[in-house]
């Protein structure tokens, strides 16, 4: 029985001992053969990418990129040049070709081949300016672009951190993690940057304002230079937001490189800019569905790396009215969807404030007289008799443009006092501002007509919108904001309107005559044609009957391309009428979950359509592929910075420079 017993265990042992002998043989066999692609990929993964050989993968570290004629070509750095310094993707195409820079600057621009490695701690600010007030606040806006840098160099400290957690964990010595020190600069013996200093000098000489105005200067000009191991970088502007665009700028001048681990900025650069056109804005509608603050402020920090200046924050219409006033929160806990699911006024306030340190000016809209109906349903409890009319009514089709219905009563003097004190309130949080929106838009003619019958109706608008005006001048302390807006209508062209004091924005088609008799009548303009510039196009529709929608979606492409000033064939006067134009997101069919998606990176489009105006219309039908390539970059950037902005193309394209487009 022994015996047997030992015989097993050797054959056993002699068994295991011709396995590993097989293997070994069959894994030189492999190696020998130099054709062999997977061979060759199979022993540079074993050796070179992991330490563990069960743990097989690609990461994009398989790829370098060369510039060749302006552009970055991929090739396999594993297979062919991995005794070369790997170059990342982005360090290629920011050192390659024409300046990525988005939206792209007007004036003279040149940028360097050379970049060299920082950290965020080498990095010293200086501002020179008259102006107490703008040196604050261009001070907090550069604490902004510090903490977006320190965004992007945290991703070298948790690589770093995760390895030092590994190497613990793998000493055994029973730690798990390494403390992450925020003066942790990255720069260390087997990794050094090659900058010891990098010297912002801001210099602001001309205008001490510090909120956006009709005609406010956002001119500036950029010079880097580099010489041993400091760059300096100037900045001259004549103004805050000058000075603001210009790190927007700055910061896409630099980047992280996932080689060398650590912030890069181009070497020598000059840069001259201004925007072609001074309202370049976004509109939220925070009624249909409410939005958090925190994913506003999200959007504002899109706004802000996109050089859009004015977020149009339509606060409340017929389906809620979110904003808890001071003076009515009746209106808020009559019309909210929920008590959390509102805008108090410290809320309002901190949103202006985030808004304001990134160049943006907040326009609050309070739509009048139609869109107002959940909320305003409490006036006869309160002895203010009915404020709005045919809230809820059905069949809402004979009454308003979408369900739920309500429209102001334009006959109840209680209605103007609420507005009065509501503009009040806003322009108060807000702050000093040149604009403001009094809504106008869609009234039903219908609905009044069931409690006005022997009244001309078209004059009833006419008459609420010159009380809401003389309202909204009281709230400002008797004189109105310099352009008063409202929506463009079937109403907007009666004469009753004035031309200096009103402007217009246009929503309709591009194509319809409401465009060409405003220019016309000499009204200013704020275009957000719906057949280029409605993000919210092209889902379908969200009821079962009617279109409740409008159809196709609008690409990137479709807003990028979008130049209306030149289909209208406007004279050098008239364009001077044309303010800007605006992208708007109606929200029936978007909440938060979708927000980032639906915006970005389609309001960068118009971004850079407002800011440059590129004329590009000897290739009418398509983009050009350099814009292709700027716009894939910056895209990646927002991404980078926590937007979750949609995709224009597959990775390979982004990859692969000009490939396939």
Same mark, same amino acid.
């Given at each position: 029985?022994?015996?047997?017993?030992?015989?097993?265990?050797?054959?056993?042992?002699?068994?295991?001992?011709?396995?590993?002998?097989?293997?070994?043989?069959?894994?030189? &066999?492999?190696?020998?053969?130099?054709?062999?692609?997977?061979?060759?990929?199979?022993?540079?993964?074993?050796?070179?990418?992991?330490?563990?050989?069960?743990?097989?993968?690609?990461?994009?570290?398989?790829?370098?990129?060369?510039?060749?004629?302006?552009?970055?070509?991929?090739?396999?750095?594993?297979?062919?040049?991995?005794?070369?310094?790997?170059?990342?993707?982005?360090?290629?195409?920011?050192?390659?070709?024409?300046?990525?820079?988005?939206?792209?600057?007007?004036?003279?621009?040149?940028?360097?081949?050379?970049?060299?490695?920082?950290?965020?701690?080498?990095?010293?600010?200086?501002?020179?300016?008259?102006?107490?007030?703008?040196?604050?606040?261009?001070?907090?806006?550069?604490?902004?672009?510090?903490?977006?840098?320190?965004?992007?160099?945290?991703?070298?400290?948790?690589?770093?951190?995760?390895?030092?957690?590994?190497?613990?964990?793998?000493?055994?010595?029973?730690?798990?993690?390494?403390?992450?020190?925020?003066?942790?600069?990255?720069?260390?013996?087997?990794?050094?940057?090659?900058?010891?200093?990098?010297?912002?000098?801001?210099?602001?000489?001309?205008?001490?304002?510090?909120?956006?105005?009709?005609?406010?200067?956002?001119?500036?000009?950029?010079?880097?230079?580099?010489?041993?191991?400091?760059?300096?970088?100037?900045?001259?502007?004549?103004?805050?937001?000058?000075?603001?665009?210009?790190?927007?700028?700055? &910061?896409?001048?630099?980047?992280?490189?996932?080689?060398?681990?650590?912030?890069?900025?181009?070497?020598?650069?000059?840069?001259?800019?201004?925007?072609?056109?001074?309202?370049?804005?976004?509109?939220?509608?925070?009624?249909?569905?409410?939005?958090?603050?925190?994913?506003?402020?999200?959007?504002?920090?899109?706004?802000?790396?996109?050089?859009?200046?004015?977020?149009?924050?339509?606060?409340?219409?017929?389906?809620?009215?979110?904003?808890?006033?001071?003076?009515?929160?009746?209106?808020?806990?009559?019309?909210?969807?929920?008590?959390?699911?509102?805008?108090?006024?410290?809320?309002?306030?901190?949103?202006?404030?985030?808004?304001?340190?990134?160049?943006?000016?907040?326009?609050?809209?309070?739509?009048?007289?139609?869109?107002?109906?959940?909320?305003?349903?409490?006036?006869?409890?309160?002895?203010?008799?009915?404020?709005?009319?045919?809230?809820?009514?059905?069949?809402?089709?004979?009454?308003?443009?979408?369900?739920?219905?309500?429209?102001?009563?334009?006959?109840?003097?209680?209605?103007?006092?609420?507005?009065?004190?509501?503009?009040?309130?806003?322009?108060?949080?807000?702050g000093p501002t040149d604009f403001f929106h009094l809504g106008g838009d869609e009234v039903n003619l219908d609905c009044w007509a069931q409690f006005f019958n022997d009244t001309d109706l078209r004059g009833l608008w006419c008459e609420f919108m010159l009380q809401a005006f003389q309202r909204l001048r009281q709230a400002h302390g008797g004189t109105a904001p310099k352009v008063t807006v409202v929506w463009s209508s079937g109403l907007t062209s009666t004469p009753c309107l004035s031309k200096n004091s009103f402007a217009v924005q246009v929503w309709g088609g591009s194509t319809w005559q409401e465009n060409f008799d405003l220019i016309e009548n000499g009204f200013n303009l704020i275009i957000s044609h719906v057949d280029a510039w409605y993000l919210d196009c092209g889902f379908g529709s969200w009821r079962s009957t009617g279109e409740g929608a409008c159809s196709p979606y609008r690409t990137w492409q479709n807003v990028y391309k979008h130049r209306p000033w030149n289909r209208m064939r406007l004279t050098p006067v008239q364009m001077k009428q044309i303010l800007g134009g605006e992208v708007c997101l109606w929200t029936e069919q978007v909440d938060e979950s979708t927000l980032d998606s639906r915006v970005w990176p389609r309001a960068a489009a118009l971004a850079e359509r407002l800011w440059?105006?590129?004329?590009?219309?000897?290739?009418?039908?398509?983009?050009?592929?350099?814009?292709?390539?700027?716009?894939?970059?910056?895209?990646?950037?927002?991404?980078?910075?926590?937007?979750?902005?949609?995709?224009?193309?597959?990775?390979?394209?982004? &990859?692969?420079?000009?490939?396939?487009?």
């Amino acid at each position: 029985m022994a015996l047997t017993a030992f015989l097993r265990r050797t054959l056993i042992a002699l068994f295991a001992i011709m396995t590993f002998v097989l293997m070994v043989f069959y894994w030189n &066999q492999d190696a020998l053969k130099p054709s062999s692609y997977l061979s060759t990929f199979d022993r540079l993964v074993r050796t070179k990418l992991v330490t563990d050989p069960g743990k097989i993968f690609v990461s994009e570290k398989t790829w370098t990129y060369k510039c060749v004629n302006d552009r970055c070509v991929r090739q396999h750095y594993l297979t062919e040049h991995h005794r070369e310094r790997r170059v990342p993707f982005l360090t290629c195409s920011m050192t390659c070709g024409a300046p990525n820079i988005w939206p792209e600057p007007t004036g003279k621009v040149t940028l360097g081949s050379k970049s060299l490695t920082f950290a965020t701690a080498h990095v010293k600010a200086n501002v020179e300016t008259p102006f107490e007030k703008v040196e604050s606040l261009f001070r907090d806006a550069f604490l902004v672009f510090m903490d977006d840098l320190r965004l992007i160099e945290s991703i070298a400290k948790e690589e770093k951190h995760e390895g030092e957690n590994q190497a613990a964990a793998e000493g055994g010595d029973g730690a798990t993690s390494v403390p992450k020190h925020p003066d942790d600069t990255l720069c260390r013996p087997d990794r050094p940057c090659e900058l010891d200093l990098v010297e912002v000098t801001v210099k602001i000489s001309k205008y001490p304002d510090v909120a956006l105005r009709v005609d406010t200067d956002e001119s500036y000009n950029i010079t880097v230079k580099s010489d041993g191991r400091k760059t300096s970088v100037r900045i001259h502007a004549k103004g805050f937001f000058g000075a603001r665009n210009a790190l927007t700028t700055l &910061q896409q001048m630099i980047w992280y490189d996932d080689e060398d681990k650590l912030l890069r900025i181009i070497g020598r650069a000059y840069v001259e800019d201004a925007p072609k056109f001074g309202y370049r804005g976004l509109m939220l509608d925070t009624s249909r569905h409410y939005f958090s603050v925190e994913a506003i402020k999200r959007t504002l920090s899109g706004m802000a790396l996109s050089k859009l200046n004015r977020f149009h924050w339509h606060m409340t219409d017929s389906q809620s009215f979110p904003f808890v006033s001071r003076h009515y929160p009746q209106l808020a806990i009559h019309g909210a969807y929920s008590n959390h699911e509102v805008y108090t006024t410290e809320d309002v306030r901190d949103i202006v404030e985030f808004a304001r340190v990134r160049g943006i000016q907040v326009i609050p809209e309070i739509d009048a007289p139609a869109h107002a109906g959940n909320g305003w349903d409490w006036g006869p409890k309160h002895g203010m008799g009915e404020l709005s009319l045919c809230i809820n009514q059905q069949p809402w089709s004979f009454y308003c443009g979408e369900p739920p219905c309500g429209q102001l009563n334009p006959k109840n003097n209680n209605t103007y006092l609420v507005l009065q004190r509501l503009y009040a309130e806003l322009l108060e949080l807000t702050g000093p501002t040149d604009f403001f929106h009094l809504g106008g838009d869609e009234v039903n003619l219908d609905c009044w007509a069931q409690f006005f019958n022997d009244t001309d109706l078209r004059g009833l608008w006419c008459e609420f919108m010159l009380q809401a005006f003389q309202r909204l001048r009281q709230a400002h302390g008797g004189t109105a904001p310099k352009v008063t807006v409202v929506w463009s209508s079937g109403l907007t062209s009666t004469p009753c309107l004035s031309k200096n004091s009103f402007a217009v924005q246009v929503w309709g088609g591009s194509t319809w005559q409401e465009n060409f008799d405003l220019i016309e009548n000499g009204f200013n303009l704020i275009i957000s044609h719906v057949d280029a510039w409605y993000l919210d196009c092209g889902f379908g529709s969200w009821r079962s009957t009617g279109e409740g929608a409008c159809s196709p979606y609008r690409t990137w492409q479709n807003v990028y391309k979008h130049r209306p000033w030149n289909r209208m064939r406007l004279t050098p006067v008239q364009m001077k009428q044309i303010l800007g134009g605006e992208v708007c997101l109606w929200t029936e069919q978007v909440d938060e979950s979708t927000l980032d998606s639906r915006v970005w990176p389609r309001a960068a489009a118009l971004a850079e359509r407002l800011w440059t105006d590129p004329d590009d219309e000897h290739d009418f039908d398509a983009v050009h592929k350099d814009v292709f390539s700027r716009f894939s970059v910056f895209r990646n950037r927002l991404v980078q910075l926590g937007i979750k902005a949609e995709a224009i193309f597959p990775k390979y394209c982004a &990859q692969n420079q000009d490939e396939c487009v």
